[in-house]
């Protein structure tokens, strides 16, 4: 199996610093996958398209398909970055 590896990541961000914009309604571009990887706390990830709710944690990533609208909200301290592949990000 090849070793699939982000080309970019976010900084590390906590329920303070985390951007409005990934508070609110936006998109991965075309061909980007994006996980959202939980290194303290829980954060939800709300997804558009198909409209789903689901409690991410260090254990439970969080996986956003490409072009899929969606929006994250902290849900207490918590600590988080995003992860962007251009290929699926696992197998």
């Known amino acids: 199996m090849a070793d699939i590896r982000p080309y970019r990541s976010t900084p590390?961000?906590?329920q303070d610093t985390l951007p409005a914009a990934l508070r609110s309604r936006h998109d991965t571009k075309a061909g980007v996958w994006g996980v959202i990887r939980i290194l303290e706390g829980r954060v939800q990830l709300t997804c558009l398209e198909p409209l789903s709710q689901?409690?991410?944690?260090?254990?439970?990533?969080?996986?956003?398909?490409?072009?899929?609208?969606h929006f994250?909200?902290?849900l207490g301290p918590m600590k988080m970055r995003v992860d962007f592949y251009?290929?699926?990000?696992?197998?």
């Open 72 to 74: 994250v909200t902290p």
């Open 12 to 14: 590390v961000f906590d």
């Open 54 to 69: 689901t409690i991410l944690t260090r254990d439970n990533p969080g996986v956003v398909l490409p072009g899929q609208p």
């Open 86 to 91: 251009n290929q699926v990000p696992f197998s």
